[in-house]
Structures are given as structure tokens and as C-alpha cells.
């Protein structure tokens, strides 16, 4: 029998190309067959030195000599092996690994990794982009925008996440942070969202993201107040602690649902997708160890008739971006695929990136996951130690908030 190839090292990677949503973390398995390598991504980017720290000291000593070829029994192994599990930061870790193994069998097999998985079913994956605005006119104006560069599927939020507000009721002494009040969300999203369908017609799919903000009762009158906007879907419009709430919301209206890019285990999908409770499964593919991982949902998915959106934001690394690409080209019950729009320095680091052409992401056929990176180029971004804002929310008393 032929000696297997083996994993002869592996080298976690450290980048920042932008503000601190672009601290990514890409891994690179070595091989022992010359030339022959994988990436990954396992970008967490809020907690990326504890990612760093899990795959430099506990992972990859464990896969250092373990035969390449061996995808799933090394995915299953890496779950269980710190006895402690289901967490985000080894859930990255073990993604490093899983996704260059995909990589690297697809390059042993002359194939891109969407044939590995069992060929297309399409020919490129339906993009959404974000539009965003002060007011609703800006945001119509940037939806318009978007239309022009060909895209169909249009995310409108207005004011960030939480809808910043000018006015807000907060007792002396408040601490700093970013302040939100969801009462106010609510009436001006609705207002924004009427504004932005009634101009421009029902032809442009629409989408939104409540990012978990409201309280449940708020949400369920929110999705139904939404019906007659025929919104593509509504996103996270509960937080995973709340899913029985689902129930609700189905009851009352016809809002499609996508949740769950805060997920850590396929089996939290369980109660949503075994009682048909949303439309679209947002799953932020890393998080949850990777393609394995994604695929196993996905097929779950797909046998009760509901529909792949992966989570890709800017805080996706490209080769994120990429293995969501390969899975949305696969996947019979895809969806919808999120896109952030990357400049040209992140295309310079990572030839072969995905290239959205009229509102669809394309592949370049080449094998395995079909992208590089230019580590001299990334060490010259290193990533900064900055403490995020963003997720320093507050309700309108100073209490902290879901971000
Ligand atoms: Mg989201």
C-alpha cells in the first residue's frame, strides 16, 4: 500500500486589512507530498489570539502526521478531543483544518471542492449586498446603486444594527457605549422599508437583519407588521436563546425566517428545521467547524424544504468566502448567498478570490477550494489589538444589549 500524505505542519496566519471586522485568521496545512497545501479559514475575528492560541497549542499538535485523506474521522476526532466543546473559538480552530483538507483532497483529485461534494447544480450563487443609509432616501438611493451594478438581492438596514437614533431618553450618568432603543427601531425600519418597496417596486428582492435586537413579543408584531413588504427574508429577528418564539411568529404570518449565524452545533438547528419554523439556515460555516460541518446542515436542511444562506459578511476571510462559494454551487436547497464586497488589496493577498459579476459569484475552477494567499503581502497587515465598539450596545437606561 502507498505510504498516505500526511499533514506535516501547520501554519496559522494573522491579517488585518481594515478596521478591526478584518482581522482574519487563514490556516495553511502542509503537506508531506512536495508543494502540496491547503487553507482554511477560522476567522473569529472579536476573540482571533484565543483562535490563534487554540490551533498553535492544541490543534495542531494533535493533526501533526495524521493522514490528509481522512476529512471526516479527523473533524469528528477534533470535536470531542479537548473533551470540552461546542465553543466558537475551537469550533474556528478545527475549521482551519477542515476546510484545507477539502482543499487539499480536491487538489490531490484534480477537482474543485464542489465536485468533490457531488458536482453543481448551478452555474454561479445569487449574491445579496448591504445597503445601508442615514435616512430613508439614502437608503433608497443606495439600493438604486446596487440595482445599477445588477444585483437582485438587496439587504436595507438604516443606521447600522439598532438604527442609530438622534434622541434618546437615557438616565444622568449613562455609561458610553452604543445605544439603540428598539421601540424606535421597529417604527423606523418599518417606515424605511415602506418607503424603499413603495419606490421601488416588487421586481427587487429585499432583505433584513434585526440582529437579534428586539425582544421576542416586539419581533413577533415586527414580522407581521413586514408581511406586506414581501421581504426576501427577515434575519435573525430572534436570539438562539429565544427560538421557541419561532412558533409564534409562523402563526402569524408569512415572513420568510433566516437565522443562526450564532450557532455552534448542527444539532441547535433541530427544533427549527425539524418543525419547519424558518426558511433559511445563516449559518457562519467556521463557527461551526467548517464544510463538514456545513454540508452535514445543509442535507438536514434540504429534506425538510428549507434553504442555505451562509453567513458572508466582511468579517468572513476570503477563503470563508470561498468555501461558501463551493457549498452554495453544491447545495440543491441553495438559497441565497450574502457578499461584502472586498477592495483590491484583499484580492492582491488572495489570487483566486470569488468574483461577483451582475449580482452572481462565479468560480474559477480550479482545484480544491480554488484560492491562494500571499503570505509576504498579509505580513505586512498585521492585526491590532483595538477593543471593538460596535458590540458595546446599550438599551436607552445603559443596560447592556445583544449586539
Ligand atoms: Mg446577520
Known amino acids: 500500500m502507498a505510504k498516505p500524505v500526511v499533514i506535516e505542519d501547520v501554519k496559522t496566519f494573522l491579517v488585518q486589512t481594515a478596521g478591526p471586522g478584518t482581522r482574519f485568521i487563514i490556516v495553511k496545512v502542509i503537506t508531506s507530498e512536495p508543494g502540496l497545501y491547503g487553507l482554511g479559514c477560522a476567522t473569529f475575528t472579536q476573540r482571533f489570539r484565543a483562535v490563534y492560541a487554540a490551533i498553535e497549542h492544541h490543534v495542531k499538535p494533535f493533526v501533526i502526521g495524521k493522514d490528509v485523506s481522512r476529512i471526516e474521522e479527523l473533524?469528528?476526532?477534533?470535536?470531542?478531543?479537548?473533551?470540552?466543546?461546542?465553543?466558537?473559538?475551537?469550533?474556528?480552530?478545527?475549521?482551519?483544518?477542515?476546510e484545507a483538507l477539502w482543499d487539499i483532497k480536491g487538489k490531490m483529485a484534480n477537482m474543485p471542492v464542489y465536485d468533490l461534494l457531488g458536482g453543481k447544480t448551478r452555474e454561479a450563487a445569487a449574491v445579496y449586498a448591504h445597503a445601508d443609509g442615514r435616512d430613508p432616501q439614502e437608503v433608497l438611493d443606495n439600493v438604486r446603486k446596487f440595482q445599477e451594478q445588477g444585483y437582485h438581492y438587496i439587504r436595507v438596514q438604516m443606521g447600522g444594527y439598532g438604527g442609530k437614533q438622534d434622541t434618546m431618553h437615557r438616565p444622568e450618568g449613562a455609561l458610553p457605549g452604543a445605544y439603540f432603543d428598539p421601540r424606535a427601531y421597529t417604527r423606523n425600519m418599518l417606515r424605511m422599508i415602506e418607503y424603499v418597496r413603495s419606490h421601488v417596486g416588487d421586481e427587487v428582492e429585499l432583505l433584513h437583519d434585526v440582529h437579534e435586537?428586539?425582544?421576542?413579543?416586539?419581533?413577533?408584531?415586527?414580522?407581521?407588521?413586514?408581511e406586506p413588504y414581501n421581504l426576501f427574508f427577515l434575519e435573525d429577528s430572534l436570539a438562539p436563546e429565544d427560538i421557541e418564539w419561532f412558533r409564534h411568529i409562523r402563526k402569524v404570518c408569512a415572513t420568510p425566517l433566516a437565522m443562526g449565524e450564532l450557532f455552534n452545533n448542527p444539532r441547535e438547528w433541530r427544533l427549527l428545521i425539524e418543525e419547519r419554523l424558518i426558511d433559511f439556515i445563516r449559518m457562519h460555516v467556521s463557527q461551526m467547524g467548517g464544510i463538514t460541518a456545513a454540508r452535514n446542515a445543509a442535507i438536514h436542511a434540504q429534506i425538510y424544504g428549507i434553504r442555505t444562506a451562509w453567513h458572508g459578511p466582511g468579517d468572513t476571510s476570503p477563503v470563508g468566502h470561498a468555501a461558501n462559494l463551493h457549498l452554495d454551487l453544491w447545495a440543491p436547497n441553495f438559497g441565497i448567498q450574502?457578499?461584502?464586497?472586498?477592495?483590491?488589496?484583499?484580492?492582491?493577498?488572495?489570487?483566486?478570490l470569488p468574483v461577483v459579476r451582475n449580482g452572481y459569484m462565479y468560480p474559477n475552477d480550479r482545484p480544491g477550494l480554488g484560492i491562494d494567499f500571499d503570505e509576504n503581502l498579509a505580513s505586512k497587515y498585521p492585526?491590532?489589538?483595538e477593543v471593538d465598539w460596535w458590540t458595546q450596545t446599550r438599551l436607552p437606561d445603559g443596560s447592556p444589549a445583544r449586539p
Open 383 to 385: 492585526p491590532k489589538d
Open 338 to 352: 450574502e457578499w461584502c464586497r472586498f477592495d483590491n488589496l484583499v484580492y492582491d493577498m488572495f489570487p483566486g
Open 213 to 226: 435586537r428586539l425582544s421576542p413579543i416586539d419581533t413577533v408584531k415586527f414580522a407581521k407588521d413586514l
Open 75 to 98: 473533524f469528528q476526532m477534533n470535536l470531542v478531543n479537548g473533551y470540552w466543546r461546542n465553543g466558537p473559538v475551537l469550533n474556528n480552530a478545527i475549521s482551519g483544518i477542515d
